[in-house]
């Protein structure tokens, strides 16, 4: 698995701020980066992190340490 971002500019620029407005508090609290983090750490596939390009912000920035980290 190759994890890249479409533009040049970022992998994540963070979340849409307009967005969160809408959220309550217990929305964060839902299961969201965690199952995928689950799903990527139980699969065979090899990970690549290095393709990340640009600025990795908010839960990009949470999901490009995880690959760092996810083997070591």
Request: glycine residues 14%.
């Amino acid at each position: 698995m190759v994890f890249t971002g479409e533009g040049e500019k970022s992998f994540a620029a963070g979340a849409d701020i307009n967005q969160l407005k809408e959220k309550r508090a217990k929305d964060a609290l839902l299961p969201g980066l965690s199952g995928v983090c689950q799903k990527i750490e139980g699969s065979s596939e090899v990970t690549i992190a290095a393709a990340i390009n640009g600025y990795a912000l908010g839960g990009g920035c949470e999901l490009a340490l995880f690959l760092v980290f996810l083997k070591w």
